[in-house]
């Protein structure tokens, strides 16, 4: 089945800098990469989505990015505010394995004012 | 607010009881997904259901079961409860049945055995 390895599992910044978190996944059939965002207490939120025909989508600070041969993606904040503050989960959807979203481990942000 | 309702928020019970947790989807989806999440083990999808029917099956003990009632809300049933069943579990919905689908997550049921 798939696999989604996830990093880093937490990352610091000052509020102002970027943030990437990095995923590599292990099907090559994989097409649809999902990033969710979950803050304290909620359920994950969707915050952006690339399908495997693409290979970048951006939405206001938010980029992710996607390299099908290396079998990444990448998410990308910039200028982080401390609201940013949360922990990540990006996932891949294959459609072979059993229509389900593979999760990473996730990466607690954390956005020093 | 997802739209995804949840009961209860909290629940504690002890080793070898049987718990339901509730979910109501957002209006108009017709798919369920139920979600562990514990604290070593990430995001564990474990079933989907669509319009009532079984989906897809992730990795569900076969001490868990779910159904999806005719008027959508899905219930995880959860039996002989072990210490190491402790985690969040999430319900989300979507419109359609492939994965691809946006989800729509609840705020989640906290479960401690003890």
């Known amino acids: 089945g798939e696999n989604v390895e996830q990093h880093p599992s937490t990352l610091s910044v000052q509020e102002g800098d970027s943030a990437v978190i990095k995923c590599t996944y292990s099907?090559?059939?994989?097409?649809?990469f999902p990033w969710y965002k979950q803050e304290l207490g909620k359920g994950p939120q969707l915050i952006i989505d690339?399908?495997?025909?693409?290979g970048e989508k951006k939405d206001q600070r938010i980029a992710v990015t996607l390299n099908k041969t290396a079998k990444h993606f990448s998410l990308h904040i910039t200028e982080t505010q401390p609201e940013d503050s949360a922990v990540y989960f990006c996932?891949?959807?294959?459609?072979?394995?059993?229509?389900?979203?593979?999760f990473g481990g996730g990466t607690r942000l954390m956005v020093k004012p | 607010d997802s739209g995804v309702t949840q009961t209860p928020k909290h629940l504690i019970t002890a080793t070898g009881q049987r718990v339901t947790l509730r979910c109501s989807p957002r209006?108009?989806?017709?798919?369920v997904y139920w979600y562990q999440q514990s604290l070593d083990q990430g995001l564990q999808f474990l079933i989907q259901?669509?319009?009532?029917?079984?989906?897809a099956k992730g990795n569900i003990l076969e001490r868990f079961s779910a159904q999806q009632f005719p008027d959508l809300h899905s219930e995880l049933n959860l039996s002989s409860l072990e210490l190491g069943d402790s985690a969040l579990y999430f319900c989300?919905?979507?419109?359609?049945?492939?994965?691809?689908?946006?989800?729509?997550f609840g705020p989640g049921t906290r479960l401690t055995v003890l």
């Open positions: 989300a919905s979507s419109v359609g049945f492939a994965g691809y689908n946006e989800q729509f």
């Open positions: 259901y669509y319009n009532g029917e079984e989906r």
């Open positions: 209006s108009g989806d017709l798919s």
């Open positions: 099907d090559s059939a994989s097409n649809y």
């Open positions: 996932a891949a959807f294959n459609n072979n394995a059993g229509n389900m979203l593979t």
């Open positions: 690339i399908r495997s025909n693409v």
